[in-house]
Structures are given as structure tokens and as C-alpha cells.
């Protein structure tokens, strides 16, 4: 099956200070790349939608400018975190369509202090 | 604005029984997607339903989807402990294909 890593996988950051986080599609293109956020003991939550080359598109709630999406290539998303705060500690976890398929990648646990 | 319910949430079960997870949603999907989750870890895909009537099965689980009902579920037969994790639906809603998740089941099979 298609593979998705992530890098980094857990990263511990002062307050105040900016994370990027990078999803990439090992074996496959992908046009459309999904980033969630899960909190302990709760669902994944939809934060914005990668589209390739152009602007991503942000779910409602979820400010565009404290989380940076750039998908500058087919393989690759990534995410940045910037002034972040303890209540962004989440783990977060990229996903990218392929066919009827979407594949996960193994997720970025952050923790702000 | 599709909205995804899971139920039973928390389910312990013994082994050896059959159970049945459940999964509501609201508006028209074109596709159901079925979801474990271990603890501290992302997603393993299980199942993707494709239309009306879909059943598909591996093991242990099998899932089904009737899109008039708009329900799926999951069955789990004759359950072990290594399928102890949280189970999650996601159909797909609005532009993109973007996946709307369920709240999560989370199974405990138990001795």
C-alpha cells in the first residue's frame, strides 16, 4: 500500500517559538493532503485541506495564520506551528488521497512547554 | 454539514463475543472508511465502503454500509484481545474528499 511518513515524530518546543512539520507521500503523488489534530482521548479533527499549488483551504475555527500549510510539490505538505502555545500541544497526523484511498501518516506528537 | 455518531463509545466485551459498533451520519457520502487506532499511535486502515450494500470482511470484522439508512457498521465476531483499540468511521463530506470522523469506539476485549 501507499506509504506517508512524517518528520519530525514527537518534538518538544519552548512557548513562543515555531514547529514545522513535514508530511510526504513515499510512492505516490498526491494532490490533496489532509491535516489533523487529535487531543487525548478524542477524535481527529479536520484542520485544513493541502491542495497542491495553490492555497489550502482552512475548516472553520482553525486560524490560517498560527498554522501555516505549504504543499510545494506532489510529495510533500508541510505544517507550521508558529507561537506556539501549551494549548497546541496535540499529536497531529497528515493524510494524502490516493485513488479511493486515503493513506495516514504515522503522526507529530507536540508538546509546547 | 456532515455529522458523524459512533456509538457504543466505550465497549468491553469478552473474549469469544460478538459485538456490533454502530455509525450515523447525517447528509449524502459517497464513501465510508473504517479506522484502528492504538494507543499513541495513527491510523491503520480497515475497511473502505463504496456504495449501497457494500460488506466487506478481513478477519475477525466485517463492515457493511446502507447509504439510504446512512448507517454502517462494524461487526466483530468471536473477538480476541489484539483487536482491544479505537475503532473510528469517517465518511467522506463536502469538497475534496475530506474525511469526518466519529467519536471513536473504544474497545476493550478482556480474558
Known amino acids: 500500500g501507499a506509504v506517508v511518513s512524517q518528520h519530525p515524530s514527537w518534538v518538544i518546543c519552548k512557548s513562543g517559538t515555531s514547529v514545522k512539520i513535514e508530511c510526504r507521500s513515499l510512492?505516490?503523488?498526491?494532490?490533496?493532503m489532509f491535516w489533523y489534530r487529535q487531543f487525548p482521548k478524542q477524535s481527529l479533527m479536520l484542520m485544513a485541506t493541502s491542495n497542491e499549488g495553490s492555497k489550502a483551504t482552512y475548516e472553520q475555527g482553525v486560524e490560517k495564520d498560527k498554522f501555516l500549510i505549504n504543499h510545494a510539490s506532489l510529495t510533500l505538505s508541510t505544517l507550521t506551528v508558529t507561537s506556539a502555545h501549551p494549548e497546541d500541544s496535540s499529536f497531529y497526523i497528515c493524510?494524502?488521497?490516493?485513488?479511493?484511498?486515503?493513506?495516514f501518516g504515522p503522526g507529530t506528537r507536540l508538546t509546547v512547554l | 454539514e456532515l455529522k458523524v455518531e459512533q456509538n457504543p463509545l466505550f465497549l468491553s466485551m469478552q473474549e469469544g463475543k460478538n459485538y456490533t459498533i454502530y455509525c450515523n451520519y447525517s447528509t449524502t457520502s459517497d464513501r465510508l472508511y473504517w479506522y484502528r487506532q492504538d494507543p499513541g499511535k495513527s491510523l491503520e486502515s480497515l475497511f473502505v465502503?463504496?456504495?449501497?450494500?457494500a460488506v466487506k470482511q478481513e478477519g475477525r470484522l466485517m463492515a457493511s454500509l446502507d447509504t439510504k439508512a446512512r448507517l454502517s457498521t462494524l461487526h466483530i465476531t468471536a473477538a480476541v484481545h489484539d483487536l482491544s483499540a479505537t475503532y473510528f468511521c469517517?465518511?467522506?463530506?463536502?469538497?475534496?474528499?475530506?474525511?469526518?470522523f466519529g467519536q471513536g469506539t473504544e474497545l476493550s476485549v478482556k480474558p
Open positions: 493524510s494524502a488521497r490516493a485513488r479511493h484511498a486515503q493513506f
Open positions: 510512492d505516490f503523488q498526491a494532490t490533496t
Open positions: 469517517a465518511p467522506t463530506g463536502g469538497q475534496g474528499g475530506k474525511l469526518i
Open positions: 465502503l463504496l456504495s449501497n450494500g
